[in-house]
């Protein structure tokens, strides 16, 4: 008789409108879709708890993550936050900050395994047709999520979490209408399946630590 199936790891996705996946089915979502890849490859994750909410910033996901509590221990835990950061015109050196706790937070969640916790890099919203409906240029944009992405990975290679470059994707793609959510802005599932594929490899290799 065969033994009993290993319980699925325990997956906790903290986030914004780019991990709750504003504009797509709850299956399109990154998050998600990573946790369906690595179930095919008999990685047993389970699909996420997101605590994720359009339009937050580093501060506000602070007091999701406190309103949602208590949290308790997880098996895997991913960031990706800071866009609404920008979008308000906060500074980088604010963000680096307050991403440092966060991630704190994200370790703790983990059991303490830094290894067990991922970043996914800020994407570039400058080069949706959203941006011009605003103020903003596309370059000043682009310098400020370049300055924002950067605080964020000195901050994960000093905690020792991985950290997924997901933002030259969005550049070189972000503007096709296939990549797009119907507002125009937020990514369509098929840019998240994008991203999926840069995740899944650093992913897989954590979860088999």
């Known amino acids: 008789m065969a033994g009993a199936p290993a319980p699925a790891l325990s997956y906790l996705a903290l986030g914004d409108s780019y991990t709750i996946g504003e504009g797509v089915p709850a299956e399109g979502r990154w998050p998600t879709q990573l946790a369906r890849a690595l179930r095919a490859e008999d ?23 406190d309103g949602a509590q208590p949290l308790g221990e997880w098996d895997f835990v991913t960031l990706l936050i800071g866009v609404n950061n920008q979008y308000r015109g906060r500074s980088a050196v604010d963000y680096r900050g307050e991403f440092d706790t966060l991630l704190k937070q994200a370790i703790g969640f983990a059991r303490g395994r830094a290894d067990r916790v991922m970043v996914l890099s ?24 370049d300055a924002f992405n950067a605080a964020a990975q000195v901050v994960c290679e000093a905690r020792g979490v991985a950290f997924v ?20 802005l937020h990514p369509s599932a098929a840019m998240y399946t994008l991203w999926t594929e840069r995740a899944l490899p650093v992913a897989r290799d954590l979860l088999r630590r």
Do not use: Y
């Open 43 to 65: 990685i047993a994750l389970a699909d996420p708890r997101i605590i994720a909410t359009t339009g937050w910033t580093t501060d506000e996901l602070t007091w999701g993550i």
């Open 122 to 145: 800020i994407p570039d919203w400058g080069v949706t047709p959203f941006v011009k409906t605003t103020k903003a240029e596309p370059a000043q944009i682009a310098t400020e999520l």
């Open 165 to 184: 470059d997901i933002t030259p994707d969005s550049r070189e793609r972000g503007a096709e209408v296939e990549m797009l959510a119907q507002d125009g």
